[in-house]
């Protein structure tokens, strides 16, 4: 079984609707993410999460919404969704490692949303 | 804000020819990761460098981060067909990870 499972993974909406993109992770990870990949544009930082009590804005944070439910549960919302969210969206955990800031990043296998 | 840019963005070779990546950061980072998104698949993680000018191998891979830590380079040499995908490099700003656009690798047999 994966250690960062998404679900759903591939989901087709319509403009306006709500949507839940859910990540849980079996690793034992504080840190969770979620990224956001365009062709052309790698992956760009949405929201993250340090602990349970901790959210933080990424650099394209507009039109989400997260919930940290717990230390294995990260999920990302998009209460109106448009046609430029369609995407491939990540998300990834990571722990710190000695001599770094920012540890190694563990993906999940995307959740494939299209906005119609 | 912090910006890392990676080139080329596309390259096409044929099987056993060698291959570069690019990777710039606008501010010296204090380390470097890098990854490989196969087609269809999400990024997994290759390596991080720490030291000024340090070197890393990984069998037909050669990672190196630069003197001034503001740039790095992955080469693989004599590519196969499995080293297709997409190379991302990321560096550090603050407590999060700032990824380049990546490097798509075809490889023609």
């Known amino acids: 079984d994966a250690d960062v499972t998404q679900t759903p993974r591939n989901r087709i909406t319509k403009t306006g609707k709500r949507i839940m993109l859910e990540c849980s992770q079996t690793k034992g990870h504080d840190r969770m993410y979620w990224y956001r990949q365009d062709p052309g544009l790698g992956l760009r930082l949405i929201y993250y999460s340090f602990d349970v009590k901790d959210i933080n804005k990424g650099e394209i944070s507009d039109g989400y919404s997260v919930s940290r439910q717990a230390q294995a549960k990260f999920s990302l919302s998009l209460e109106s969704a448009i046609p430029n969210q369609t995407a491939l969206y990540f998300c990834?955990?990571?722990?710190?490692?000695?001599?770094?800031?920012?540890?190694?990043?563990?993906f999940g296998e995307g959740s494939r949303l299209t906005v119609l | 804000g912090q910006q890392v840019m990676q080139i080329p963005q596309y390259q096409h070779v044929q099987e056993g020819e060698d291959f570069t990546t690019y990777c710039n950061s606008s501010t010296t980072l204090s380390n470097i990761q890098w990854y490989k998104q196969r087609p269809g698949g999400h990024p997994v993680f290759l390596i991080q460098l720490v030291k000024s000018g340090e070197v890393k191998k990984q069998k037909r891979l050669t990672f190196q981060f630069g003197e001034a830590k503001k740039n790095s380079s992955l080469h693989i040499t004599a590519t196969q067909t499995t080293d297709v995908g997409t190379y991302f490099c990321a560096g550090p700003n603050g407590n999060k990870l700032v990824f380049g656009a990546g490097t798509i690798l075809r490889v023609k047999s």
């Open positions: 990834a955990t990571s722990d710190l490692q000695g001599g770094s800031n920012t540890g190694e990043l563990f």
